[in-house]
């Protein structure tokens, strides 16, 4: 028996009774308004049916990778999708790691020394606070979206400064001002490293693509579990960048490789996701759909995450419950993963969703704000 379980199960019972008990359930029946799935290749059929004849020609994929990239766990798919993702974003290399999660934490708790400063957006996500505390360097925060902030922090500090930033909020569903911020890093000579989750896909292979900022950010980071609908996440950088955290990223060298059947199911949802470009239309057109019913939202006009802040938990735990009740599937956002006072409902929409369903859902949503 643990000496301080008592204090753990004081912690859970406060949550409790404040309603934000986190709890593990299964993948419900519903109509889903809640999944990173943005684009529906987690579900599609038809993809589901290249990679059932990928397994069915090459049974080997299926393998275990037996130990770390360093060791055992190496091989040529690994190397052959690296270089494809770094060809496709155009970047020099490209590094995998088995989650997002898994690549932050490599990235921060490594390039930046104890003589550097790490200045993030205070809505960064939370792998990279949790990197932060790893590394030796100093972490500020600026303000979210804010240029000016940005540079005020930049110019009172006398050391090398890393600049870690999402080009699309996972919670506010709104775009970094991406290319201002790049303009700001090349003026104070410090590395830019831009997180690419929820636009890879979205927009063409992300921000940084789109604008053409490869020789402006020092790294970016794409992750698969979302609008890919796979797993995993790469890390666009140099040569030497990737040389360094081969050589010292803890998060690399001690953790055991994925198979090579996640690393080939990446490489097919690439080609895939070229394929099928309608599906981003599919979704923009969507958005459209769900904005001009429903407005009443910081996130921007062409993300596929719309936040519904409703600052008042009860409130927001009884609209959540009314949409399950009439089979929408959505998830409510309380503090501390948010501000207090900005809780919210999460709504993400995907290219499958039908206009009937998005019209449906705000109807009910007008009703609670």
Known sequence: MLSNSTHFQESLNKRKEEGTLRRLRLQSDGIDFYSNDYLGLAKSEELQHVLLQKITDNPQLLSGSTGSRLISGNSDIAVSVENDIAQKHQFESALL?????????????????RHDIIIVDEQIHRSVHDACRLSNAKKLKFKHNDIEDLENVLKKQNRHCYIAIESLYSMEGDFAPIQKIAELADQYNASLIVDEAHSFGIFGYGLVEKYQLQNQVSAAVVTYGKALGAHGAAILCNETVKSYLINFASPFIYTTSAQDFQWMS??????????????????????????SRNSDSPSAETSPIQAIVIPDNQKLKQLQDTLSEEGFLTYAIYSPTVKEGSERLRICLHSFNTEEEIVKLTEIIREFI
């Open 97 to 113: 790691f088995p989650s997002g999660y898994n690549a932050n934490l490599a990235l921060f708790s490594t390039l930046p020394s």
């Open 266 to 291: 990446i490489k097919i949802g690439y080609e895939f996701l070229d394929q099928h470009q309608d599906l981003a239309k599919k979704l923009q057109h969507n958005i459209r759909v769900f904005r």
